[in-house]
Each structure stands twice: as C-alpha cells, then as structure tokens.
C-alpha cells in the first residue's frame, strides 16, 4: 500500500510546497533575514554557488578543523570521524574497506577538495580512506541525494577541505600520537603516528607540504581478546599507512588565483595476522592469530592531484575553473573463495586469488556566477562539467579477468539560481543535463559462472536533473526550509558483470546497468540565536529502480528494486556559559524495498543498506586558559530485519579526551580515552550486515591515547 506522502508528481509537489510557502511567508515581508552571527557563516563550497550553510535549503553540517582534532586524539580512523559527529553515518566497521556505510541509508559521493574519491562504477568500499584526515582542515556534508558535483550522491556529498597556507614565511606544525589498549600493552597492540606540515604565503606566493605516517597494531576488544583480522577486504589494525600533501598557490592579483594540489595516500596491510572463525549461536567473535596469510597484502594506493583558477571578478562575474585527475588501486586480501576456483588452474578447493580494483578518473569543473542581477535579488550560477573513468577489476594471483575494462564518459551542462521572492525568502532553484555512455569490453566469466563469454558494447545515458528549494527567516535566527532534488548515479557494473552465467548476454542489453535516480524530498528548520543552535529535518528518498547490496557466498552482490529510506535528523545544541558546551544528535532512518517488484515497499533494508537509529550526545569544556576536555557518548538502538539472524542488540560508547597548553609556548598535551567503559560488543556491521563466521567482528575495547602536538 502506497503512503499517501509520495506524489504522483515529486516536481510538481515541490513547486506547490514552494507556492504555499510563499503565501505564509507574506505577512512578514519585513523581519530580519539572518542573525547577527551570520557574519562568520561557512560558505559552502561543495554547493558551487557560494550558498551559506545556514541558508541552504539542504541540511548541511559543517565540521570544524577543532572538531576534527578532537576526534583524531581518539581514533585515526576517519570513518570514525565522520560516523561519531553524524548519527545518519553507519557507524564505522573499523576495517580498510567501508561497504555499507552509507549517509541516510544511500551512498554519498566523497570529494577531496572538490576531486570525487567515489568510483561509482566499481565501488570498493575504500572510498574513505584516501586521505589522512591530519591533512584536513573542515569537512562539508551536504545530506540528501544531489546532483550539483556529478554522479554518485544518492545519499548525500561529503567533501573534504584540506589545510589551507598559513600567513608568514614559514609555519610548522609537528603531532606524535601513540595509542595502547589498557588490557594488553605490548609492542603487538601499539600504535604510532606522527604527522608534519610546513605552509606559508606572501603577496602573491603561497605553499604547504604536508606528511603523516602511522604504524597499527593489534586491536583488542572489551574482553582482551584479539578482534578478527579482515584478510581478504582488508584491515586497518597490523596497518602501516603515510600522506604526503604538496600545494602551491599563486596570486596574479587580488583578484585571480592558481592552485596545484597533489595527495599521495597509501595504506597496507603488514599481513602478520590470520583471522579465526567465530560463532554467533554463542556469541563468540572472530579473533586472530599470528600467522602470515596468504597471498600479498591488502594495500589502498591513491594519487589525487588537481589544478584550479579561480577569478573573483570577470566583468562583475566570479569564474571558478578545475581540472583533476584520481589514480586509485585497491587489493583484496587473497581468498580460497568458491568464486574463484578453476578446476583447469588447480583442483578446486585449494585456489588461492585475490581481486585488484584499479580506476583512472580525470575530468574539469567549470562555473561562472553573478550575485547581483535583478537589482542584486538574483544569482545565478552556469557551468560546464566532464568526467572521464576508465578502470577494470582482475584477479592479481592468476592475472584473470574479473571485471572487463570499461571507459564511462560524462559531460554535465547546469545552472542553479536563488531569487529573492522576498527581503525574508528566497528561492533556490537548478537543473542539470547529463550526457554520459559507458563502453565494455568483449570477456568471459570465470569458471564459477560457467566461463560464459559476454559481448562488449556501448549504453548511452542522458538525464535531466533537478532542484527546488525554499529558504524562509521569519525571525532573527530563525530559518526554515525545504526542498526537492534529484540524485544520479550508476550501479556497480562490477558486481552486475562478473556474475553473468547465461550464454548469449550483451553488454548493450543488460537492463541492471541503468541508472540510479534519486528523488529526495526535504522539510526543516535552523534556530541559531543566543546560547541555542537547533536543527530538525524530515527527509524521504525514492528510486524507482534502485541497488540494493546483497551478500551471496561472502560476496557483495547487486539487486536492482524499488527502494525508499526516510528519517529524522534532529540537533540541539546549548552554550550554558563561555567555557562550556553541551550537544545532543538523534537521526530515525527507515529503509524498505520491495522484494518481488510487485511495486509495494514490503522488506526491510538490512545493514548492508540503512543506518541503525543512533543518538550523540558531547560536552565541551575550557577550564581556563591552558586546559580543555572534552566527552561524546553514542547509543545505536537496537533493530530487527527480515532476516531474524542479522536481529541488531544495539550498544552505548562512551569517549573522553582532554589536552593541556604547555607554558606560553605553541605546544599541546593530549590524552584520550576511547571505549571509557571498556564496553564489549559485537559491530554493527557484523550483526546486521553479513552473516558469516570469519566476519563476526567485535569492537574495539577501550583504549588510552597519549599526544602532543607543537606549532611553531
């Protein structure tokens, strides 16, 4: 049965919300549009029209390079970062790889200063670690499917800010952070990082070189014992990674600037651990033992390196204008999986491999806005985007052919606009062409799917997308707003290819490789006046014909289905005096699809797919001067899903942090506590996800965090 919110017509709903908004908003032509604070308000560049975060008619969180810090002094891992700051993020399986970890219960399009690190035609789940996150000053989440960069976020973008130059000649920061479980310290538990960057500017001359390096060890759960070793998606703990950051700048006037930035990231396994079977009917988890698994190392390997322009004024016009490129080669740990045997390799059973993704994307972004048409009520935003992906998926121990090569080419055409129907609304509307084909290579299937020879070909794409919003301040510090738009991806070809087994397949007629559109509706408001911040949004998203991840023998595999996820995000925040501050973040998301395209939403999205119902509570404090400290609690609910076996019992963790300034110098002391209580308790990815014995993992127990930090 069909909920009576979904109109037939989701454009059409959103252009009478906008009309009916607009009559409300009438009698108060006059108040104050923004507060006072509005002043120091973050411009959002993921937006590409310049739009505040507080304005935009989207919900949009902003994290800070403080907040950044705090969470880096208790976990290394950024998706802890942004899973322990977001209650709609999954929270974080703690392993290299991230599939199922999604914003809103959709993937988000991750972008490093604007270069998307998503490879949504083979999604790998590693998206999230192509960057350490000591190179980063603020983090941009636009939740909510988009279109505005391009292919990808259905969920949502996350785009990632590294450190800008520091004014001076020469400007020196150097962190070293060593963390210890509290239940079995020893050289096999440790873990190291150092990071060190050096920037400064001039007049016209402006750099920053950047390097971080960070040897892991052996995580520990609650109870003291080992956690399972992910061998063949890869692992973060027995991980050795470095970053290397170099940007360059260069300003011809007040006006006209040129950026080079290129990021080396790479991690890899040290692979002196082998995971050991755990067992769910009784509660026991994977553990590891010491002892080198087969095949090569898991490894992460990125180079992401962009130049931009920017002109800030060009005939009254501000010009902004990038090419980039993303080098990107992900190994999976070697498996003896049913996918890979091959009787005419060696007996079956016994046939160690191991996949290897592999992604060249390069591509331009290119925009051109004006805020002052109309009498300054108009700005209007046009520009011009390409993307160019080639990649290939194979099996780096025998040299087969996983995924075939393929080559996917877009050009984007879009303009966004926000016009002020009155002194206190504004209106903020966007379309955006998409022209894209993606051509396959002629391959056979492995032996598993009965070497089935698929024919090549070349599908074209051609989408139109849109947005339409509402931005109303009936009082100072008040906004509300709302807003629909339109996502566009692609499913993963790889997991649509590499599974055929019925002769006589072609690439040109496989309906499973169109695309994904997103339709997401928005409603909600901001109160930031005061001592108080609050925010609250209502969202629901549709795809007519979905993805939704599914685990078949331990792999990920792709259905194509009608899906729908909704949910609440919900914010309160209080400054109860200038040295303290309290927070608490609630998100509800719902997933359903439907499970025998009979067009009713009737099953229940796992964990592979949604979120569970989570809430964060932290509470900042400046005891004086030199000492601060600062405490997060998380709860994720429990949940039940179709499936009885993947039924989730939920878990609290608690964090503690606090840093010390030493003298009157630049230097810091830090010490954490991650896990305070030491809670033991099985990932939610591990209950609800997948449902395989090598794979029930536990969390990591607590663990202690010693830091200093100097700038100089």
Do not use: C
Request: overall charge neutral.
């Amino acid at each position: 049965m069909k909920s009576t919110f979904s109109a037939p017509n989701p454009r059409a709903f959103a252009v009478l919300v906008a009309t009916a908004l607009t009559a409300w908003a009438a009698p108060a032509a006059q108040a104050q549009a923004q507060d006072a604070s509005d002043a120091n308000t973050v411009i959002v560049a993921a937006s590409r029209s310049n739009i505040a975060a507080n304005q935009a008619p989207q919900t949009v969180v902003i994290i800070k390079q403080e907040d950044i810090e705090k969470q880096l002094a208790i976990s290394g891992n950024s998706s802890d970062v942004l899973s322990s700051i977001l209650p709609s993020y999954t929270p974080s399986r703690g392993k290299m790889n991230g599939s199922g970890e999604t914003l809103r219960g959709r993937t988000p399009l991750i972008l490093v200063d604007g270069v998307p690190q998503s490879n949504p035609m083979r999604p790998t789940g590693r998206e999230a670690h192509t960057i350490d996150f000591s190179m980063v000053e603020r983090i941009e989440i636009v939740q909510g499917a988009n279109a505005i960069n391009g292919l990808g976020a259905t969920g949502g973008t996350i785009n990632i800010i590294t450190k800008r130059p520091q004014k001076g000649t020469v400007n020196q920061s150097f962190e070293v952070q060593t963390t210890l479980p509290t239940t079995d310290v020893g050289s096999d538990t440790a873990n190291y990082k150092t990071s060190y960057n050096v920037s400064g500017r001039n007049d016209k001359f402006e750099y920053l070189f950047g390097l971080s390096y960070e040897d892991q060890g052996l995580y520990l759960d609650g109870r003291g014992r080992s956690i399972g070793a992910d061998t063949t998606q890869g692992d973060l703990m027995d991980s050795r990674s470095y970053d290397a950051l170099v940007k360059l700048g260069y300003w011809f006037d007040d006006n006209q600037r040129l950026q080079l930035s290129v990021n080396r990231y790479k991690i890899k396994s040290k692979a002196n651990y082998q995971v050991v079977a755990g067992d769910r009917t009784l509660g026991i988890p994977s553990t590891s033992v010491k002892i080198t698994p087969e095949g090569t190392p898991p490894w992460n390997d990125v180079w992401t390196s962009s130049l931009s322009y920017r002109h800030a004024n060009l005939a009254g016009m501000e010009l902004t204008a990038m090419i980039f490129n993303q080098e990107f080669e992900g190994l999976f740990g070697a498996d003896i999986s049913a996918t890979f045997q091959d009787p005419l390799i060696a007996p079956t059973g016994t046939l160690y491999d191991q996949s290897r993704s592999v992604a060249s994307k390069y591509g331009s972004k290119v925009g051109l806005g004006r805020d002052d048409l109309l009498n300054g009520r108009l700005k209007l935003t046009v520009g011009f985007d390409t993307l160019f992906d080639k990649g290939k998926q194979d099996l780096y121990l025998t040299g087969r052919t996983y995924v075939p090569n393929s080559e996917y080419r877009n050009y984007s055409l879009f303009a966004q606009g926000e016009y002020k129907l009155l002194d206190n609304l504004t209106m903020h509307a966007g379309a955006r062409k998409e022209k894209a084909d993606l051509t396959v290579d002629t391959y056979r299937t492995l032996a598993q799917y009965r070497r089935v020879l698929v024919q090549g070909g070349k599908l074209d794409f051609s989408e139109e997308l849109y947005n339409a919003g509402l931005v109303w301040n009936p009082a100072a510090g008040l906004t509300l707003f709302t807003s629909y738009s339109e996502g566009f991806g692609m499913p993963d070809i790889g997991r649509v290819l590499r599974s055929i087994n019925t002769p006589g397949q072609s690439v040109a007629n496989m309906r499973d490789l169109a695309p994904i559109l997103t339709r997401n509706v928005e409603l909600g408001g901001r109160y930031h006046k005061g001592a108080w911040d609050l925010d609250a949004a209502y969202f629901r998203a549709n795809s007519d014909f979905g993805t939704r991840v599914i685990a078949v023998n331990g792999a990920f595999m792709m259905a194509r289905e009608k899906t729908r996820t909704e949910g609440l995000d919900l914010g309160a925040a209080y400054r109860i005096n200038a040295a303290h501050r309290a927070k608490v973040s609630y998100a509800y998301t719902k997933g359903r699809y439907d499970t025998n395209a009979d067009g009713s939403l009737d099953g229940k999205l796992d964990g592979l797919n949604v979120a569970p119902n989570r809430v964060i509570a932290t509470w900042n404090a400046d005891w004086n001067d030199r000492w601060s400290t600062f405490v997060q609690a998380q709860h994720a609910f429990s949940q039940s899903f179709d499936e009885a076996a993947k039924e989730f019992s939920g878990y609290s963790l608690v964090d503690a942090t606090t840093s010390y300034k030493l003298g009157k110098g630049n230097g810091e002391l830090r010490l954490s506590v991650a896990n305070l209580f030491d809670k033991d308790y099985i990932t939610y990815y591990s209950q609800s996800a997948l449902i395989e014995p090598k794979r029930y993992f536990a969390g990591r127990g607590r663990t202690l965090s010693l830091g200093y930090a100097l700038r100089f």
